[in-house]
């Protein structure tokens, strides 16, 4: 008989029955669980109808991460390609790519937009997007402190005191160790309306500690340009400190005092707004001034203080009384430095004084605009200072809005023509008038050109004289030539340029900054222009004078203008084939339109 097991004596278990735990499934382990089916919840749930939606659900959130995982896939695809083609661009073609979006040449700014509304995202500058976008992109961006050089910060549109402090120390450490370069607006007015009292400067000031303790005392040795459109009261800030500021534009307001900048060493060009009284300046470090609104006495009075002054540029003068002229020039001038003057006639004795009294030997650019035929007088002096002028080296005239009211060429324009003669060689017109514009250019064409019409038939020879008929006739067309040549004013003219106002106007004073560019002003009461479009044929013309008459072996001729369309349409279709003989006979011309040398030659 077998033995029975042994059992437990209280529940009669077995201990050889109990299986080991390594029989068990590991914890760790997952479970080989198949897919969900609808199936399932057919055979294990006893609610169909709340099955079938949950198997819904799921159905959807599959359908959708299936989506996400085709929309990532492409997004890598597009990734890599980027990746492929960005990825292996050499750093200097990095540099040169980044400089179009944010150019050396010009500020760093983005005031100009729409105000925005509170809850809106912030606008981020161009060089913080490009440095986001990727680690070595962003190395690549600290190591060009070029790009940071720069800054147009208008207080009204961005950010807090202490974000702008933040940011511009931003700037300053990442421009180092190049001159830093800031045009800074303070609009207190709009910025702490309904924060405190405007009416309370010191209120106003504290308000901004911040900002002025980053520029004025922080980094006040980093600038070398700086342009300042703040309060009156914040120019005393302008410290010596400032070791390197070699370029101050002050649009502060209306300057009615005297104000010492002497202490700034290393300064050497000036613009100034609104000014009423002759600042203090090292004087024989300026080379550069320009002047917007301010008083006509005021820019003399600079114009004598400055011994090596290079350029000065007068826009919208103020005229005062005429009494207080001797007490700022009693005795003749020569500047011998000055290299271009551009100045906007008042119609008033400051126009004679500058020209009478002052010399400029060595001047290579001059500007003329505004009221420039008031009186027989000013005629006489413009014309006497002209003719003072050395035709070496030669001289480049710009006029403005030299019409009249009736829309005809003022009077003086012959004086300044005949005075100037053979040493004017460029010639720039600002005018939108096509009337005016035509009258001028027959101005500097003569109608008696043995070239533009074909001559009378000569009278028949005797049989008994040939050599003496053709003697005749040949010294006949000489002294005809001659005459005629007599008759054409700027026989030296190689450059002639017309350019609209809407291209080169003073809308904007921001743009008396550019330097490198002249900027004229409107002739008060002037009548309404005209579309600019020109008849070919005067500019024809003007070329075959040119060419055949005076004998001129390269010209340029410089269209731009604000209706173009017409203007150059009427200009290629009657000039087309006559500028293409000039050209194949050996002439040198180039001509442009919009800046840019035409192609349909």
């Known amino acids: 008989m077998r033995a029975l097991p042994n059992l437990c004596p209280q529940c009669g278990f077995s201990p050889n029955a109990v299986q080991k735990s390594s029989d068990f499934p590991s914890p760790c382990k997952?479970?080989?669980?198949?897919?969900?089916?609808?199936?399932?919840a057919k055979l294990h749930s006893p609610k169909d109808a709340e099955s079938m939606l949950l198997c819904q659900e799921i159905s959807r959130i599959d359908d959708a991460i299936h989506q996400l995982y085709e929309e990532r896939a492409s997004l890598c695809r597009r990734l890599n390609e980027t990746q492929s083609f960005?990825?292996?661009?050499?750093?200097?073609?990095?540099?040169?790519?980044?400089?179009?979006?944010?150019?050396?040449?010009?500020?760093?700014?983005?005031?100009?937009?729409?105000?925005?509304?509170?809850?809106?995202?912030?606008?981020?500058?161009?060089?913080?997007?490009?440095?986001?976008?990727?680690?070595?992109?962003?190395?690549?961006?600290?190591?060009?402190p070029f790009f940071w050089s720069k800054l147009d910060w208008h207080w009204k549109y961005h950010l807090s005191p202490d974000d702008t402090s933040a940011l511009l120390r931003?700037?300053?450490t990442r421009a180092s160790p190049l001159k830093f370069d800031l045009k800074l607006t303070i609009d207190e007015k709009w910025e702490i309306e309904n924060t405190i009292p405007y009416n309370n400067p010191d209120h106003v000031d504290g308000h901004l500690d911040a900002l002025k303790q980053t520029i004025f005392y922080e980094n006040c040795d980093r600038i070398g340009k700086l342009s300042l459109d703040a309060p009156i009261r914040w120019l005393h800030l302008l410290s010596n400190s400032f070791i390197h500021l070699s370029d101050l534009s002050l649009r502060s307001g209306r300057i009615d005092e005297c104000i010492d900048l002497s202490h700034l060493h290393s300064l050497t060009r000036v613009t100034f707004m609104n000014i009423k009284a002759t600042p203090v300046l090292p004087w024989k470090r300026i080379s550069t001034i320009h002047l917007i609104y301010a008083h006509i006495n005021v820019a003399l009075d600079l114009l004598k203080r400055c011994p090596h002054l290079t350029s000065f540029h007068s826009h919208h003068p103020n005229p005062v009384k005429n009494g207080s002229i001797t007490q700022t020039i009693k005795d003749p001038i020569t500047l011998s430095h000055l290299k271009w003057l551009e100045w906007n006639c008042v119609g008033s004795l400051w126009d004679d004084a500058l020209f009478r009294f002052m010399s400029f030997p060595n001047l290579k650019r001059l500007s003329l605009s505004g009221d420039v035929s008031w009186n027989l007088d000013w005629e006489q002096t413009l014309m006497a200072f002209l003719m003072r002028l050395p035709v070496d080296p030669p001289l480049n005239l710009e006029l403005g809005y030299i019409r009249d009211y009736s829309g005809d060429p003022v009077p003086v324009l012959k004086t300044i023509f005949r005075a100037l003669g053979s040493s004017l060689r460029d010639l720039t017109v600002l005018e939108d008038d096509h009337t005016f514009l035509e009258k001028l250019i027959t101005l500097l064409i003569p109608s008696s050109s043995p070239y533009s019409s074909p001559s009378p038939p000569s009278s028949p020879s005797s049989p008994s004289s040939?050599?003496?008929?053709?003697?005749?006739?040949?010294?006949?067309?000489?002294?005809?030539?001659?005459?005629?040549?007599?008759?054409?004013?700027?026989?030296?003219?190689?450059?002639?340029?017309?350019?609209?106002a809407s291209t080169r106007d003073l809308s904007s004073t921001a743009n008396t900054l550019n330097h490198g560019a002249s900027v004229f002003t409107r002739l008060r009461g002037a009548p309404p222009q005209s579309p600019a479009i020109i008849h070919g044929d005067l500019f024809v013309e003007l070329l075959r004078q040119r060419r055949k008459v005076l004998h001129v072996q390269k010209f340029s001729l410089d269209l731009n203008l604000s209706t173009m369309c017409g203007c150059f349409g009427e200009w290629r279709k009657r000039c087309k084939e006559e500028v293409r003989k000039l050209i194949e006979e050996g002439f040198e011309l180039e001509v442009l339109e919009r800046g840019k040398r035409v192609e349909w030659l």
């Not at 997952?30 to 399932?40: A, E, G, H, L, Q």
């Not at 050499?90 to 937009?113: A, D, K």
């Not at 008929?469 to 000489?478: I, M």
Request: hydrophobic share 35%; with cysteine.
């Open 30 to 40: 997952v479970p080989n669980i198949s897919p969900f089916s609808p199936s399932d």
């Open 86 to 144: 960005v990825a292996n661009l050499p750093s200097n073609v990095l540099i040169t790519i980044f400089e179009y979006v944010c150019p050396p040449s010009e500020y760093n700014s983005s005031h100009q937009r729409i105000r925005r509304p509170q809850d809106a995202k912030p606008l981020v500058l161009p060089i913080f997007a490009l440095s986001a976008v990727s680690t070595r992109w962003r190395q690549i961006l600290l190591f060009a």
């Open 170 to 172: 931003t700037y300053f």
């Open 466 to 500: 040939p050599s003496l008929s053709s003697l005749t006739s040949s010294t006949s067309s000489f002294f005809t030539s001659l005459n005629y040549r007599n008759k054409i004013y700027l026989p030296s003219l190689h450059t002639f340029s017309i350019h609209s």
